[in-house]
């Protein structure tokens, strides 16, 4: 069974950093792309990031670029998002998802993700 669990969220001041983990299980990250995304309050949920392990190739949305940095540890079946110089703006809960493909245009995340983390909540106070 395919498992997705976030963690790493909180709450942090403005300026502050974070790094969320995905923690996968039941398949291998070189299978699928492995995206993070998130929701903010009374809002759509967006594309931030994704990564294809097995390609080394990395996507990011325009909000968050140069800010955040995705990466993954096989190893550790993980994927990573670091986040720095946090704004009130990104608060939202964040969710790791696995897909086959994911892409920007136009500084927007396509993709096709089909398995769903829970998410974990970031709130960055100012």
């Known amino acids: 069974e395919v498992q997705l669990v976030e963690s790493g969220g909180g709450f942090v001041q403005s300026g502050d950093s974070l790094r969320l983990s995905c923690a996968a299980s039941g398949f291998s990250l070189d299978d699928y792309v492995i995206g993070w995304f998130r929701r903010a309050p009374g809002k759509e949920r967006e594309g931030v990031s994704c990564?294809?392990?097995?390609?080394?190739?990395?996507y990011y949305a325009a909000s968050p670029k140069g800010r955040f940095t995705i990466s993954s540890d096989n190893a550790k079946n993980t994927v990573y998002l670091q986040m720095i110089r946090l704004k009130p703006e990104d608060t939202a809960t964040y969710y790791c998802?696995?897909?086959?493909?994911?892409?920007?245009?136009?500084?927007?995340?396509?993709?096709?993700?089909?398995?769903w983390g829970k998410g974990t909540l970031v709130t960055v106070s100012s």
């Open positions: 998802a696995a897909g086959s493909h994911c892409t920007v245009v136009l500084g927007s995340i396509y993709h096709d993700m089909r398995h």
């Open positions: 990564i294809s392990s097995s390609t080394n190739d990395t």
